[in-house]
């Protein structure tokens, strides 16, 4: 059990250390990347569907357009790029994108 928690610790620090300097907004039509080491740093990285980490993998180099959906307010956290053509379009937090 005590390794348990001290993985979750580690985890946890090092999720801390990837994010403290992102930013908390981006402009909408700002050009990111994907931050792969962010996303694929995540503790639960090992529960993300298939689906979803082979979009990773296939699009970690690519660039995309920011793009605000209205429900997320205007100045939102989370976002959609526009490049993306999945049905729904997958939703980002700006920590796991890198502006460009």
Same mark, same amino acid.
């Given at each position: 059990? @005590? ?10 620090? *090092? ?13 909408? +039509? ?6 792969? %080491?962010?996303? @694929? +740093? ?10 979803? @980490?082979?979009?990773?993998?296939? *699009? ?8 605000? %959906? !209205?429900?997320?307010?205007? %100045?939102? !956290? ?16 700006v +920590? %796991?994108?890198?502006?460009i």
């Open positions: 059990m @005590k390794a348990f928690y001290d993985n979750r610790r580690k985890n946890l620090k *090092h999720i801390q250390k990837l994010i403290q300097n992102k930013p908390q907004t981006l402009p909408e +039509g700002c050009k990111v990347k994907l931050d792969t %080491e962010v996303l @694929k +740093g995540g503790i639960d990285y090992n529960r993300k569907t298939k689906k979803w @980490k082979q979009w990773i993998e296939n *699009h970690q180099d690519d660039t995309f357009t920011v793009e605000y %959906e !209205s429900r997320f307010g205007n %100045e939102p !956290s989370t976002v959609v790029l526009k490049e993306d053509d999945t049905d729904p379009k997958w939703l980002w937090w +920590g %796991e994108l890198i502006a």
